[in-house]
């Protein structure tokens, strides 16, 4: 990171230090710091163009072209092979066909399985797009890359977030939905689990609550869900997305122990930057 940073972002002959996930500004922004900022002056022939807050976005079902009602699982990714994101369609779609055919109104889907993230391998974003095309129930949408300001709006907005990798390492995506208490729906591998391992280890820590004890729902876990299979996370899906009492009372309830886990996460991060700030310092 250092190393692509912007010519003038770090003062010479000093120390840096970067926390995990930090962006760097352009360099427009960047160039000169530490000394007398460089602003370009304004034009007063040019209007200045302001811009657009989160406030004055779309929300996640306008969007969607659907009522703030409808029940919608968020699965952020950038397009490409690994994120496996055709894993569920096929299951998803099975059931909102049979949930559809059992409910007064057959015309519109029971939920909306919404991937939102940028294209990162052409030839998968395209066979994603063509299979998502052939959707006749309405029960999936492909949005496009948006800010990460927006996609945390989105995440909050949803009933779950949904990771469907085939492999991670720690999923940005699902500790950001534990940050903004949405609940994590997630396949079944190493990567995800030890996350919610994590959390839920950081929220024992952050208020002294085990937790041993929560709802036997399928796939469920003290943060989350896991499946190993995605028929499976479909009808959990399904259940969750009409309601069903044990099922919501599970999410729930996971929900609020991966954001206690997140601010135990995140409180630990603060300490150990503020140690580092202190030793440099002495």
């Not at 010479?12 to 760097?24: D, E, M, R, S, Y």
């Not at 991966?258 to 202190?278: F, K």
Request: with cysteine.
């Amino acid at each position: 990171m250092v190393a692509a940073a912007p010519p003038g972002t770090f003062p010479p002959g000093k120390t840096v230090v970067i926390a995990q996930g930090v962006q760097l500004l352009k360099e427009e922004q960047t160039h000169g710091m530490g000394t007398q900022s460089q602003q370009p002056e304004h034009d007063e022939t040019e209007p200045e163009t302001k811009k657009p807050s989160l406030n004055r976005q779309e929300s996640l079902h306008c969007v969607l072209g659907v009522s703030k009602s409808m029940p919608v699982f968020l699965c952020p990714a950038g397009l490409r092979p690994v994120k496996d994101l055709l894993w569920a369609v096929d299951a998803l779609e099975a059931v909102s066909e049979r949930t559809s055919s059992t409910t007064k109104n057959k015309h519109n889907p029971p939920f909306v399985f919404a991937i939102v993230g940028p294209v990162l391998d052409e030839a998968y974003a395209e066979a994603v797009a063509n299979r998502i095309a052939k959707n006749a129930t309405k029960t999936l949408a492909l949005l496009p890359a948006v800010s990460r300001a927006t996609t945390l709006a989105y995440a909050k907005a949803s009933i779950c977030v949904l990771n469907t990798s085939l492999s991670e390492g720690q999923s940005g995506a699902l500790l950001e939905a534990a940050g903004v208490g949405t609940a994590i729906f997630a396949r079944d591998i190493p990567g995800n689990r030890a996350l919610l391992e994590l959390l839920d280890v950081a929220a024992r820590g952050f208020d002294g609550d085990d937790f041993s004890s929560y709802e036997k729902v399928q796939g469920a876990h003290p943060c989350g869900f896991l499946f190993s299979n995605p028929e499976t996370l479909a009808e959990t899906l399904a259940l969750l997305s009409m309601g069903d009492a044990t099922t919501v009372n599970a999410a729930t309830r996971a929900a609020q122990r991966a954001r206690r886990g997140a601010e135990g996460l995140a409180q630990r991060e603060r300490d150990g930057w503020r140690d580092v700030a202190a030793s440099l310092l002495q």
